[in-house]
């Protein structure tokens, strides 16, 4: 059943803007026809298109259950800001992977240092849809280095994918019965040494991915995939 995401209002759900056009005029649903809509509060509704104006579709709610893809654990991505590939690639598949919200940081080594909102905007509603989950991660705007800092210390935990650390395996102790746990990863560059070095003395835990250099999307992939595995995210 197709996904849309929508606003309540009342006991009915209203989808506009691009949502509405690809429900009219990609898929060119029709009065009566059943789809799932997603009002961003953790819920799956289960409607029927009620009624359609030009610019919005107006549902009628048949069944609402809470949805089963949103995740137990708030994890927060915090990446080094990279080249459009690599953002077009770590965007959807940090979402997928189960994080609550993103922070793009700007380094060292940062060359790109901006992205397009609505571009990513329509990027993560894309993910969403994919994994089927009801809640919009939220990505929030470029923050500089010594930012991403001052953030770490709300965390259980800070996990800290490191390439200049060649002995520290990743351990599930690491993250068990944390809540919230923070990720970092750098871009295509890397970390120089003392940006490592400042992230550790802010308490990240650092590890290594292994003895090959990975590309930046892939890290993320590595890195996500053994938070949640070991956290029962």
Do not use: W
Request: glycine share 6%.
């Amino acid at each position: 059943m197709r996904r849309f995401f929508g606003r309540l209002s009342g006991d009915k759900i209203i989808v506009d803007g691009n949502e509405f056009f690809h429900l009219k005029k990609v898929l060119r649903m029709e009065v009566g026809d059943k789809l799932i809509a997603c009002a961003n509060d953790g819920y799956d509704y289960y409607c029927h298109i009620e009624k359609m104006d030009k610019s919005s579709a107006l549902l009628a709610i048949d069944e609402k259950k809470l949805s089963p893809a949103e995740p137990k654990k708030n994890i927060v991505l915090f990446q080094m800001m990279p080249k459009k590939d690599y953002f077009d690639s770590i965007l959807p598949k940090a979402i997928e992977l189960g994080v609550s919200e993103i922070y793009f940081f700007t380094s060292s080594y940062t060359m790109v240092k901006s992205f397009k909102r609505e571009r990513a905007t329509e990027q993560v509603k894309t993910a969403c849809k994919q994994c089927e989950r009801s809640v919009l991660p939220i990505v929030h705007d470029v923050i500089k280095f010594e930012d991403m800092l001052d953030k770490l210390k709300t965390y259980d935990v800070v996990i800290f994918a490191n390439e200049h650390d060649k002995e520290n395996k990743f351990k599930k102790e690491l993250v068990e019965n944390c809540q919230n746990i923070a990720v970092i990863v750098g871009n295509e560059g890397g970390f120089s040494e003392e940006e490592a070095k400042a992230i550790i003395k802010n308490g990240g835990k650092s590890f290594t991915l292994g003895t090959r250099i990975l590309r930046c999307d892939t890290a993320v992939i590595a890195t996500l995939t053994l938070v949640g595995v070991f956290s029962d995210n």
